[in-house]
């Protein structure tokens, strides 16, 4: 079964506004790792958080692990139409990547 | 440095028949994972090599096989299609890693299997 949810699974924002997507796994993750695939395209890596509480920045997006490793959030301030596409994130535990149903973003300019 | 290939990129098949499917890593990369990824179902894991070692497997039936090779290039083979079996599947290898967890995955194009 899926171990780890993620919601929304679609979402559509005005170009400008912010977009968030969050990520729960039931048990415990020794990582979580965030993908990001256009329409089209293969998944692209886009990082990687270890430590409870972590909090990373990558220009207009935030990624969160949350205290207890087990669930994370990617946040996207003022989006804009390069933004499009779908949002996967993985969690890792013993040695295996689970994957989340993934969340698509689409951008109305 | 070159990415991940897959060969083919497309290819129709009809029920019953089997296919096999390509996947050069990037070079230096030892870890190879298959996924199957269809709109209703996501990104499903099939299974992980390593040094010609099946180390991960996800739950596909038996139908669902692979392989490494010597020089880290892996195989996946499905036999006897269904019409589910249609999808992308999308290979992805991954760096050396100094301990144990997972790393980051360098995913290829895909192959994109219709099966009629």
């Known amino acids: 079964g899926q171990q780890v949810m993620q919601i929304p699974q679609y979402q559509h924002v005005q170009e400008g506004e912010d977009f968030t997507t969050y990520c729960n796994s039931s048990t415990t993750l020794s990582n979580i790792q965030w993908y990001k695939q256009r329409p089209g395209g293969h998944p692209v890596f886009l990082i990687q958080l270890v430590k409870s509480g972590e909090v990373k920045k990558q220009k207009r997006l935030t990624f969160q692990f949350g205290e207890a490793k087990k669930n994370s959030s990617l946040h996207i301030t003022a989006t804009q139409t390069t933004d499009v596409g779908t949002y996967f994130c993985a969690g890792g535990r013993a040695n295996n990547l689970f994957f989340g149903t993934g969340t698509r973003l689409t951008v109305i300019p | 440095k070159a990415g991940v290939t897959q060969t083919p990129r497309y290819l129709i098949k009809t029920r019953g028949q089997q296919v096999t499917l390509s996947c050069s890593p990037i070079s230096g990369h030892r870890s190879v994972s298959w996924y199957q990824q269809t709109p209703g179902q996501g990104l499903q894991f099939l299974f992980e090599y390593f040094s010609e070692t099946q180390r991960n497997k996800g739950n596909f039936p038996g139908r669902f096989s692979g392989r490494q090779f010597s020089n880290s290039r892996s195989e996946m083979n499905v036999s006897t299609l269904e019409l589910g079996d249609s999808a992308l599947y999308l290979c992805?290898?991954?760096?050396?890693?100094?301990?144990?967890?997972?790393?980051?995955?360098?995913f290829g194009e895909g192959s994109r299997l219709t099966v009629l």
């Open positions: 992805a290898s991954s760096p050396p890693r100094p301990g144990p967890g997972t790393g980051e995955l360098f």
